[in-house]
């Protein structure tokens, strides 16, 4: 009797040893579509009652159906598991979709893949990432982020797009300090950012991680930061080939304009004109009459003076 006792005994705590495990493991398999508010009517609540997925023997997988969902785009969401695992794309990211006109969704999810797929009749997928602004976000303080705190929307840190995909952004003067922290994030929210891959350092072209972590960084003395997002080879449907870099750039101090000593204008000394002492039509020549005209009145004197020498000489012969 005693024997069947401790029999009896050992198989009810076998039983309820199972029955605990058979409800612990019914309690892993709650799946909870957690998302963007326009679609799930809360914001990515893992624990939303409303979202919590049913299982449907027929497909095989846990299912969620929304009704007449609105048209637009880039709806986002993830299936959490127990409201604490999160399971997205093929890449871990979060699964984006349009609706181009209003219709219902439905979400299903293999408990055993991990595959999401999202249907409907007007559901469409976008091949490429568009955005119309980027940010940097992060702690901000002071000069920092020009003080803005996680503010993704705050437009005094939009980023300069230097070309299309190439955005650049410097901050003057930061003073040295431990953890600052800063991601990159499109159209003012957090929709679609940009973060830190696996592994940075500063100054170098490192992984920009789509929804990546924070990237943080020390300075250790004052200097300006520079920060580059190049996005320029992202390919959207791999979630991979965009880069960013931090830089710590000195300051130039500007140069003092140095105005020059004025030099007093030298008056030149003004050259009197010189007139020609000759009529204004004989080129300057300062003799009044032409050399030629001088030889001929002087032949013309020694001639009449040889005549009437003649003359006289004559004249006193014939007296004689």
Excluded: Q
Excluded at 52 to 69: A, I, P, R
Excluded at 137 to 152: E, H, K, M, Y
């Amino acid at each position: 009797m005693r024997v069947l006792n401790k029999i009896f005994v050992f198989m009810l705590v076998a039983v309820l040893v199972v029955s605990f495990s058979a409800i612990n493991v019914f309690a892993e398999n709650t799946y909870v579509v957690a998302g963007v508010e326009a679609l799930c009517g809360s914001n990515w609540n893992p624990t939303d009652a409303n979202n919590k997925m049913t299982f449907d023997s027929g497909l095989g997988c846990y299912k969620k159906v929304y009704s007449n969902v609105p048209a637009a785009n880039s709806y986002m969401l993830k299936v959490v598991a127990n409201g604490s695992e999160w399971h997205g794309d093929s890449t871990g990211n979060n699964v984006t979709f349009n609706v181009t006109s209003p219709c219902t969704v439905t979400v299903l999810f293999n408990a055993d893949t991990k595959e999401i797929k999202v249907e409907g009749s007007n559901v469409s997928f976008a091949n490429e990432f568009s955005y119309s602004k980027v940010a940097a976000v992060g702690n901000g303080a002071g000069a920092w982020l020009n003080g803005a705190s996680w503010d993704p929307a705050a437009s005094s840190n939009v980023m300069t797009e230097i070309e299309k995909g190439l955005f650049e952004i410097t901050y003057k003067n930061i003073p040295a300090g431990e953890n600052y922290e800063v991601k990159f994030a499109f159209d003012g929210s957090w929709s679609d950012n940009f973060g830190r891959g696996a592994s940075f350092e500063v100054g170098s072209f490192c992984e920009a991680a789509y929804n990546g972590g924070n990237i943080s960084f020390n300075m250790t003395e004052a200097s300006d930061v520079k920060l580059t997002l190049d996005i320029r080879d992202f390919d959207y449907s791999s979630k991979s080939g965009a880069i960013f870099k931090v830089e710590f750039v000195k300051s130039t101090p500007s140069k003092p304009t140095e105005t020059p000593a004025e030099k007093p204008t030298a008056t030149p000394s003004v050259k009197p004109s010189v007139t020609p002492s000759g009529d204004a039509g004989n080129s300057g020549n300062a003799n009044t009459g032409d050399s030629s005209e001088i030889i001929i009145t002087t032949m013309v004197a020694v001639f009449v003076i040889s005549a009437v020498v003649f003359a006289i000489t004559t004249l006193r012969r014939k007296a004689h």
